[in-house]
């Protein structure tokens, strides 16, 4: 027991898969398909799916007649899959400038070494008039110090406030058209996690670092809650530059 659970918090991204059985973005695919809309993507859309991870949302694009790929570090998408991905990073993307209508990136941002390359990347691929549609992890006062396993399971690194996120995406050259607060999902699926795991029992067999774990898991909810620790979406149109 205790090797897994040190496997579960060597890859918390992994383990939260399995916990929520589906997209690990708050709101998941009700959110992936309200946020496609906004982006008008429809019947024939050229798409880039940053991060695509196991390709959940790539193929709800793809559903919709979108003409979609996905891009990812370790890509799992495939065609069985409803999808198709590529490898690569989202600071050097292997797609020529001004290929793509839209690329879509959901909580993938906050995890790039350097988030003004990849705006950037992402401004580059898109054309003239295209848009990004992108959600993402904001932090807002103070947050807790919390252990390594909780920072990357609610991709806390490298976050940033709301308005810094939308700024961001203003200097890669996008016009920031609407931008929505996802705090109901995200209380949501903290609340599921809570149902479907038993912290205290876990991480009770750990002893000390298990209790520290715990207090940790305790103060990021109470973040999460009091609204330090939130979720938006944006759509934005790239100017001609």
């Not at 897994?4 to 009700?30: C, F, I, K, Q, Y």
């Amino acid at each position: 027991m205790q090797g897994m659970l040190e496997t579960a918090l060597a890859n918390p991204w992994s383990t939260l898969r399995g916990v929520l059985d589906g997209p690990l973005h708050p709101g998941g695919r009700e959110a992936t398909e309200r946020l496609l809309d906004r982006a008008d993507v429809t019947a024939g859309t050229g798409v880039l799916d940053v991060g695509c991870g196991a390709g959940e949302s790539l193929g709800v694009a793809r559903e919709r007649g979108a003409n979609a790929v996905g891009l990812d570090r370790d890509p799992v998408a495939s065609d069985s899959d409803g999808g198709r991905a590529i490898r690569g990073e989202m600071t050097q993307l292997p797609v020529a400038g001004s290929a793509v209508e839209v690329v879509l990136a959901e909580c993938v941002i906050c995890l790039a070494a350097d988030r003004e390359r990849a705006l950037d990347e992402a401004a580059r691929v898109v054309e003239p008039g295209g848009r990004l549609a992108l959600s993402d992890v904001v932090v807002g006062g103070r947050v807790p110090d919390l252990p390594d396993p909780i920072v990357d399971a609610l991709c806390l690194t490298r976050s940033r406030g709301r308005e810094a996120t939308i700024a961001g995406v203003e200097d890669a050259g996008f016009v920031v058209d609407d931008v929505c607060d996802h705090r109901e999902d995200l209380l949501a699926m903290q609340d599921r996690i809570e149902a479907r795991v038993d912290y205290e029992g876990l991480l009770g067999l750990m002893g000390e670092r298990g209790q520290r774990l715990l207090d940790g898991i305790h103060e990021a909810e109470a973040a999460v809650d009091d609204g330090r620790i939130g979720y938006i979406s944006l759509v934005a149109e790239r100017t001609d530059r």
